[in-house]
């Protein structure tokens, strides 16, 4: 899977996770990244706010997103 940023620097990984239909709610994403269901380019990471950017490689429930920069 792949997210592109448009017309911003980053997203919030808990907004990333239910962007891209992978959690119902946000409440959900919470919970999930607390208990480290999430890695970040090969390491879980705790931060629910953690700020998602070009390059970044995201791991959950057995999907990988990738994160691209909006090409002009």
């Known amino acids: 899977m792949e997210f592109t940023l448009k017309d911003?620097?980053?997203i919030e990984?808990?907004?990333l996770l239910k962007f891209m239909g992978l959690?119902?709610?946000?409440g959900e994403s919470k919970i999930r990244i607390d208990?480290?269901?999430?890695?970040?380019n090969g390491?879980?990471?705790l931060?629910?706010?953690?700020?998602c950017r070009?390059?970044?490689k995201i791991e959950f429930?057995?999907?990988t997103i990738v994160i691209k920069e909006q090409t002009k």
């Not at 931060?47 to 700020?51: S, V």
Request: no cysteine; charged share 45%; aromatic share 4%.
């Open 61 to 63: 429930a057995g999907q």
């Open 8 to 10: 911003q620097e980053y």
């Open 23 to 26: 959690t119902d709610t946000g």
């Open 13 to 15: 990984l808990m907004k």
């Open 35 to 40: 208990n480290g269901e999430v890695k970040i």
């Open 54 to 56: 070009a390059g970044d």
């Open 47 to 51: 931060r629910r706010r953690r700020k």
């Open 43 to 45: 390491e879980v990471d």
